[in-house]
């Protein structure tokens, strides 16, 4: 039966609860509809349990009021939905895969668990934890020769020296569970986000924590186009077998950069297979990505859906506070003393992302040494000077409007007009606040630069915005895009 009835749910909770919390937890269930009954199924028993805990008396509402007051009755299980009734959603949201495509694909046998959840009635919380704990056992680890794959773990990058903020509060949290119990309920861990957030920085960790526990532990870390580049190899050497099976051999696979196989048809096939060999026999994948799996292009779909099966966070750019201990931290670690009124500076004027804050502390931190300053506003500034500059140069009004109008698909000319439709205002307001956030200009400068307006309409579009941002999540996540499209 087809689940318009989901499809309508998940359009309203999409508009109620912030992307990250949609994408994560209720964006990748499925949904099958049938005489009077929803049942709703979760990759994972996290997954299942959460959504139970949080936002199933929400979902109950919501379902209500669009069923004319009456609510259907709500199931959860851990698994996918039968083929014939996949929902016939929005493009975007998650497609997954039937069990019965498992069952072939991974040679007859179903590794999810199938424990039903009484959703509606409260249950017995004690006895649903007790039910979901078989998935089989591990299988036992062989490996190829000798090689230490651990090695290609940079030691450094360990949850210790991690900074935990509210824009990777989630993925942290995500990837120490991972750590501590491999294989388990998050298998496979998805980490997306924009460059130099701490993707890499969270699966090393992970890697190294796995190692640290077990120090028998396989680990291979490899960038994906490693792993292209190794298959490419093998199949000249006529050594794809071996391949195969050293990839397949390991307790813990980390590709770093997915991204990367797009259009490698033949590499997604191999990886597609080492992928299912490995979540078959309880072993651990992590992968790290630019994007949400759906939004990766030329990938192929079952790959992307597979991708969803276990847990999916974004790592967010991080917020002014978690900037300034990110700085503190490392200054630390290389046991340089900075001021918090330094690190505050720095952090304000670097906002893009966290590779680049380490690049500008390092420049000052050079420099201080070289020069014997102490670490002041006016001696950062004089040593990020062209670095500033650059920021500066490139985040323009000018750069801001194009870019703006660029996304919402109008013109520049409209955003400079007195035209006062929605579709026209909105854009306008939220480039007026990226022009008062990212650029020195005063607020009269930059009503001149939107077709001769006063300062108190700038002003009033940047209050607007900074509300909106707390009670639309597509503002929010617009905005967030902007960001990292003008400061990265
Ligand atoms: N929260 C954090 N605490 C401490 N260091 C961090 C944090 N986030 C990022 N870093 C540091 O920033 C640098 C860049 O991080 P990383 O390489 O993990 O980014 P990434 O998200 O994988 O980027 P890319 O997509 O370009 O590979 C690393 O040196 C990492 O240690």
């Known amino acids: 039966m087809p689940n318009r009835l989901w499809h309508q749910c998940l359009e309203v909770l999409r508009d109620e609860f ?3 919390q949609f994408n994560t937890w209720l964006r990748p269930l499925q949904s099958d509809h049938r005489e009077g009954q929803l049942m709703l199924f979760a ?27 009456q609510a259907p ?70 490996v190829e020769g000798d090689i230490k794959h651990q090695s290609f773990l940079n ?24 750590a501590e119990n491999p294989g388990g309920a998050y298998n496979p861990l998805f980490l997306y986000g924009g460059v130099g957030l701490g993707k890499t920085h969270l699966m090393h960790a992970i890697g190294n924590d796995i190692v640290r526990r077990n120090p028998n532990a396989k680990v291979a870390y490899l960038r994906s186009e490693r792993f292209v580049a190794d298959m490419v190899k093998a199949l000249q050497l006529n050594a794809i077998n071996e391949f195969k099976r050293y990839y397949r051999s390991v307790d813990a696979l980390l590709i770093d950069d997915i991204q990367f196989f797009a259009r490698k048809e033949r590499s997604q096939e191999e990886f597609f297979h080492t992928f ?73 004027k670097i906002r893009s992302n966290v590779r680049e804050l380490e690049g500008a502390l390092r420049l000052v931190i050079a420099n201080a040494h070289f020069t014997g300053s102490e670490i002041t506003p006016p001696f950062i500034r004089e040593s990020l000077k062209d670095l500033l500059a650059l920021h500066e140069k490139q985040v323009s009004i000018d750069n801001i ?19 006062r439709t929605r579709v026209i205002t909105r854009p306008r307001q939220v480039a007026m606040a990226l022009s008062k956030e990212l650029t020195n200009h005063s607020l009269p400068e930059i009503g001149d630069a939107f077709g001769g ?7 009033h579009a940047c209050k607007k915005i900074v509300e909106l941002q707390e009670t639309d999540p597509g503002i929010r996540e617009d905005y967030q895009n902007f960001m990292r499209l003008l400061t990265t």
């Open 43 to 69: 990759p994972n028993r996290f997954v299942m349990d959460w959504v139970h805990e949080k936002y199933l008396r929400r979902i109950e509402e919501v379902l209500k009021d669009l069923n004319g007051g």
């Open 155 to 178: 030691e450094g990058f360990t949850f210790d020296t991690f900074v935990e903020g509210k824009s990777n509060q989630l993925a942290r949290a995500a990837s120490m569970q991972v």
């Open 18 to 20: 912030p992307a990250q």
């Open 401 to 419: 409007q194009r870019t703006v109008a660029e996304y919402y698909k109008i013109k520049v000319a409209d955003l400079h007009s007195k035209r």
């Open 453 to 459: 307006r006063d300062h108190t309409t700038v002003l």
């Open 276 to 348: 299912n060999a490995l979540l078959e026999g309880g072993q651990q994948v992590i992968v790290t990505c630019d994007r949400f799996p759906k939004e990766i292009v030329d990938m192929e779909e079952r790959l992307k859906s597979r991708f969803g099966w276990g847990l999916t966070v974004m790592v967010e750019p991080p917020e002014l506070e978690t900037r300034v201990a990110i700085l503190m931290k490392k200054a630390e670690q290389t046991n340089v003393k900075l001021s918090s009124e330094a690190a505050f500076f720095i952090a304000q």
């Open 73 to 142: 009755r709500v199931g959860m299980k851990v698994g996918s939905a039968p083929r014939e009734s996949e929902p016939v959603v929005r493009s975007e949201l998650v497609k997954q895969d039937t069990g019965k495509r498992i069952q072939e694909e991974s040679g007859g046998r179903v590794t999810e668990e199938e424990k039903v959840v009484a959703a509606t009635s409260g249950g017995n919380r004690q006895a649903q934890l007790n039910e979901y704990t078989s998935n089989g056992g591990r299988r036992p680890v062989q």
